[in-house]
């Protein structure tokens, strides 16, 4: 198996993927599907037919589709501690949701937080719920994050789920700079 941790395989798999994602996105206009079919097919007698290939695709595969969430969630972990180092990233259970990681932000009734990759918003303090005029006030917050998916509120949460985007990272950073801005 290739090695991961390779930074010109790494450059090279991105590179590579860039333009054959491009690639793709321009036989489709000029083509269509039945032509893609062909091309796709073509593409993965290659990647069978090539060892050194083969691991690379296997490779990129599995970071994509199994290691990726993990990977951004360590990632944003990191930037995270580096821009807030006063913020301890802990994940907890609070209201019955696991490893959440919360952020102290002066309030008495919530916490700011963050779950998953892409989840965030504010949580109320185990044992209390949110007046409805409090979910609308936190909401308030939660409409000025640009690049969500969804958003939502209940008793206990006031959140929202950032598209999963080239710009998720950067879209996750600033959207929790928003919710600190409650203080």
């Known amino acids: 198996m290739t090695n991961t941790h390779d930074p010109e395989l790494k450059k090279k798999c991105n590179i590579a993927s860039v333009y054959i994602d491009q690639y793709k996105t321009l036989l489709e206009h000029l083509g269509g599907r039945a032509y893609m079919s062909s091309t796709e097919k073509k593409l993965i007698e290659e990647i069978y037919s090539n060892k050194e290939k083969f691991e ?3 490779d990129f595969v599995n970071l994509w589709c199994q290691r990726r969430d993990e990977a951004i969630k360590e990632i944003l972990k990191d930037k995270i501690q580096n821009k807030y180092p006063q913020q301890v990233l802990i994940p907890i259970t609070i209201h019955k ?13 919530c916490f700011a937080y963050w779950y998953g990759k ?5 949580t109320s303090r185990e044992g209390k719920e949110f007046l409805e005029t409090r979910q609308n ?5 939660i409409h000025q994050i640009p690049n969500k998916e969804r958003e939502g509120k209940s008793q206990n949460w006031v959140y929202c789920d950032i598209k999963d985007t080239s710009t998720l990272i950067d879209d996750v950073m600033n959207a929790l700079e928003i919710l600190f801005k409650i203080q």
């Open 56 to 58: 690379a695709a296997t």
């Open 97 to 109: 949701s696991n490893n959440v990681y919360t952020f102290e932000i002066g309030k008495d009734d």
């Open 118 to 122: 892409n989840q965030l918003g504010f």
């Open 137 to 141: 006030e936190l909401f308030e917050f």
